[in-house]
């Protein structure tokens, strides 16, 4: 029998760190490395204890090396040991460093200046303190709220206006924090998405058109933005770009920089142009799934997009360990998705379970293709159950039916089905009302009961209209 690091630990009674220190001194004897994996041998360990091993690390070597330079070279140890401590107390503290400055009352008074993004702020702020502790707490505490009043203030002079708006989105942003606390909801993929906008499409567009500050900024320059960006981009994508400035605008309200907001007046570009997305009919699809698949997973992509209407990169990222049962339901928990209502809990019918399970083993990523090989393989997939119904790749083309369209079949389904706008608006991660939010996201006794009742109902649609022959 092999055993593993852990193995060997649990064996031995020590922990993983001795365990690597015994490996990197080639004290242990291992038997094999597979893919990266040393394993050992249980009577090669039991052989290597009995023969008194040497127990000294590297650090032990290394700490014999010291102490023997200190003791055959006692002057060079001591300047070597000088000279490094000049370089030690010159490096200033990650996000702060205190200073004294004298005061008449109380002799002296510490400051404290800032390093934000590896910047060091140029200005200071004191703590109203001469003792050392407090003036740390001080200084931990109300960072966020100087940095951003002083970024507020630095902004409203012109030459700063792109500084203000290009951090915003910045991972540690103290103005995007402050705005959380007032209740502004955004997930970190939302954050990175508009500081994209932000500084690749915002900001270059106003400086070619000259604006300096908030003043050379109106509604028609914003339209402008709008009619330029429509060149190359979707009428979606521009209203989330739109949307990604707009936010920071309203900051700029409420902080008293802008009197108000020229992204009031701005209607959003209309989609009109677009091809309706195409749908299969529920008679032909009836059954597909109980037939003969040339790839197993094509048939789980078309059976997780048209029983649990998830999106494609929500699928991608699906896991075994993201399953669990509420109230006798099975349910995938959907995680790290586009908005906070895109994160909720889908049913999974049991037969899609299944299927799941028997193409995943006991891999926990279901999927484990990169990006663009797994858009490419839910391509196929969609071909693939068009063929099973009679449909080549060019009528689905011509009819506008892609892998996507499984969640338009989803929500016209229960619709026909009279569950009502609950199921529809719950389960597709779309924003929900308060109401619902309030019934369905509380898994108390109550909640997590009328969550599994909507999955039974969800599940008895799914046993009729699709897995029935």
């Known amino acids: 029998m092999m055993m593993t ?19 990197a001194t080639r004290n242990v004897p291992h038997t094999a490395i597979i893919n990266g ?43 070597i040991l000088a000279f490094g ?4 107390d010159k490096k200033p503290p990650r996000r ?17 200046k800032y390093l934000d993004n590896g910047r060091l702020v140029p200005s200071k702020w004191t703590t109203g303190t001469s003792d050392r502790v407090a003036a740390e707490a001080f200084a931990a505490e109300n960072r966020d709220a100087i940095l951003n009043g002083y970024y507020t203030r630095k902004a409203k002079r012109p030459t700063d206006m792109y500084r203000l708006i290009s951090g915003y ?14 209740g502004r909801k955004i997930t970190d993929l939302k954050r990175r998405q508009y500081l994209n906008a932000t500084n690749k499409k915002f900001i270059p567009f106003c400086k070619k058109n000259g604006a300096r500050g908030i003043e050379d900024i109106d509604t028609a320059m914003l339209a402008r933005w709008q009619n330029d960006m429509l060149k190359t981009l979707a009428p979606k994508t521009v209203n989330n770009n739109v949307s990604a400035v707009r936010a920071i605008f309203y900051h700029l309200v409420t902080t008293g920089y802008a009197k108000s907001n020229p992204f009031s007046g701005l209607p959003p570009i ?9 749908c299969h009919m529920l008679d032909e699809i009836r059954g597909v799934f109980g037939r003969d698949w040339k790839d197993d997973a094509h048939r789980l992509l078309c059976l997780l997009i048209y029983t649990t209407n998830m999106r494609n990169c929500e699928i991608r990222r699906v896991r075994q360990g993201d399953v669990e049962e509420i ?18 809990r889908v049913p999974l019918h049991p037969f899609v379970r299944q299927k799941m399970g028997e193409y995943a083993g006991l891999r926990d990523l ?26 080549t790749p060019e009528t689905l083309k011509l009819e506008n039916i892609r892998f996507y369209s499984g969640r338009k079949f989803w929500k016209t389904l229960m619709a026909s089905e009279e569950l009502g706008r609950n199921t529809e608006e719950y389960f597709m991660g779309h924003r929900m009302t308060s109401d619902m939010e309030k019934h369905y996201k509380d898994l108390t006794k109550v909640g997590a009961e009328k969550l599994a009742q909507k999955a039974r109902e969800v599940f008895a649609v799914l046993d009729r209209c699709l897995f029935a022959v």
């Open 270 to 278: 209309k989609n009109g142009k677009g091809r309706l997305t195409g």
């Open 169 to 182: 989105y910045d991972r540690d942003s103290p103005l995007l924090k402050a705005d959380k606390k007032r």
């Open 327 to 344: 109230c006798g339901a099975a349910f995938l928990n959907v995680r790290g998705s586009k908005n906070e209502s895109a994160e909720r």
């Open 5 to 23: 690091q852990a193995d060997l630990g649990q064996m031995l009674g020590i922990g993983q760190p001795a365990i690597k220190a015994l490996i």
């Open 366 to 391: 279901v999927f484990s293709q990169g990006k663009k090989k797994f858009m490419k393989m839910c391509s196929l997939a969609n071909i693939e159950m068009g063929e099973l119904m009679g449909h």
């Open 96 to 112: 702060y460093y205190l200073i004294k400055i004298p005061n008449k009352k109380m002799g002296f008074a510490w400051y404290v």
């Open 37 to 79: 994996i040393m394993y050992f041998c249980p009577d090669a360990i039991m052989e290597w204890a009995k023969s008194e091993p040497n127990l000294d690390t590297a650090s032990c070597r290394v700490e014999a090396y010291r102490e023997r330079l200190a003791a055959e070279c006692p002057d060079a140890a001591a300047e």
């Open 85 to 88: 401590k000049r370089f030690d």
